[in-house]
C-alpha cells in the first residue's frame, strides 16, 4: 500500500508514518514544515514540501496513493482566535483540496483527523458521536466543517471516508518550543528547568488525554475497517478518563520527583471546561480500543524528553 500522510512533519503525522513504514508499506509525507521538523520524517518516507491549499502539488502527492490520512492543520483552537482566516484556508479549503484530489486519483480511502472540540463542551460525559455539536473556536468550526465535507464525499464521489475526533493527543515529539504548544510539553519543559507552570484558569479543567500510539492504531484501524459500516462515519478517538490540569501537575511532579507550584492567569479564549470522549463506537466497528494509561503515557513521554536532552 502507498499511503499519504498530510502533516507528515508534525507530531502525530510523523508518528504515523513511522508506524505504516514499520508495518510494511510506502509512505509519501506532504508537509509544509511551518510547524511540522524535517528531522521527524522517516528516512525512508518520501517529503514533498509544500501547502496542502495547492491545487498542484497536492494532486501530484494523491497520484498512485491507496489510502490518504489527512493529518495537516493549524491545530491551536487560541490560533485560530488570533488568526480565524488563516486557520480557514489551512483547514477548510486544504481539506476540501486534500478530498477532491483524491476522489479524482481514484484513492480509496482517506482518513481525516478531526477534534473533540466540535462538540464545544458537551453536558453528555462520556460524550457519545451523536451528542450535539457546538463549536466555541474558529479551530473547532473548521474541523466539523471538514467532517462534513467527508460525508458528502462519501456519499457523492464514492471516496470511502473516515472521521477521527481527537481527544487531547500527547506522546514524544509533542514540543513545548511552539507560541502555541500544547499544555503537557509545557508543564513538563518548565518543571524540568524548575521553573512555575502556567495554569490559565483554576487549573480544575479537565481533558481525556490520550496517548500517541492510540491514535495512529486508531488510525490504522480506520484505514482497514469495513467501507459498509464505516464509510462516512466519524468516531472518537479517546482514553475514556478525564484529568484536570492540576491532576496532571500533580502526577508530573511525582513523576520527576520535584516540588510545582503554579501560576495561574487569565482562563484562554475559546477553551472549553471538561471532555471525556465515549469511544464504544470505535471498538465496535473498527475493532480499537485504547491501551496506553494517562500515567503510563506521561512516564513514556518524560523518558523520550530525557533521551532527547
Known amino acids: 500500500m502507498l499511503a499519504l500522510v498530510t502533516g507528515g512533519a508534525g507530531f502525530i503525522g510523523s508518528s ?3 508506524a505504516l513504514l514499520a508495518a510494511g508499506h510506502s509512505v509519501r509525507v506532504l508537509d509544509d514544515l511551518s510547524t511540522g521538523f524535517r528531522e521527524n ?3 525512508a518516507a518520501e517529503l514533498l514540501e509544500g501547502d496542502v491549499a495547492d491545487e498542484a502539488l497536492v494532486r501530484a502527492a494523491v497520484e498512485g496513493v491507496d489510502v490518504v490520512f489527512h493529518q495537516a492543520a493549524h491545530r491551536a483552537v487560541l490560533r485560530s482566535v488570533v488568526d480565524p482566516l488563516a486557520t480557514d484556508t489551512a483547514n477548510v479549503h486544504g481539506t476540501l483540496n486534500v478530498l477532491k484530489a483524491a476522489a479524482d486519483a481514484g484513492v480509496r480511502r482517506l482518513v481525516y483527523a ?3 472540540s466540535v462538540y464545544g463542551g458537551a453536558a453528555a460525559l462520556p460524550t457519545p458521536e451523536s451528542a450535539p455539536t457546538l463549536p466555541r473556536s474558529p479551530y473547532a468550526v473548521t474541523k466539523l466543517t471538514g467532517e462534513h465535507y467527508c460525508r458528502v464525499f462519501a456519499e457523492l464521489y464514492g471516496l470511502e471516508t473516515v472521521a477521527l475526533r481527537y ?3 500527547f506522546g514524544p515529539r509533542q514540543r513545548p518550543d511552539s507560541a502555541y504548544a500544547a499544555v503537557i510539553p509545557l508543564f513538563i519543559a518548565a518543571l524540568r528547568a524548575g521553573e512555575a507552570p502556567i495554569v490559565h484558569g483554576d487549573g480544575g479543567q479537565s481533558r481525556d488525554f ?3 500510539s492510540d491514535v495512529v492504531a486508531a488510525n490504522l484501524a480506520a484505514a482497514t475497517g469495513d467501507a459498509d459500516v464505516c464509510r462516512g462515519q466519524v468516531y472518537n478517538v479517546a482514553n475514556g478518563e478525564s484529568f484536570s490540569l492540576l491532576d496532571l501537575l500533580g502526577i508530573l ?3 520527576l520527583d520535584v516540588e510545582c ?7 484562554r479564549a475559546g477553551d472549553v471546561y471538561t471532555t471525556r470522549g465515549d469511544a464504544s463506537a470505535a471498538r ?3 475493532g480499537w480500543k485504547p491501551e496506553i494509561g494517562f500515567t503510563e503515557g506521561l512516564r513514556h513521554t518524560l523518558d523520550w524528553c530525557s533521551r532527547r536532552a
Open 41 to 43: 520524517v522517516p528516512e
Open 261 to 267: 507550584r503554579p501560576v495561574h492567569s487569565e482562563p
Open 167 to 169: 481527544f487531547n493527543v
Open 210 to 212: 490520550t496517548y500517541i
Open 284 to 286: 465496535r466497528d473498527l
Open 253 to 255: 511532579s511525582d513523576l
Open 16 to 18: 504515523l508514518a513511522d
Open 114 to 116: 478531526s477534534s473533540s
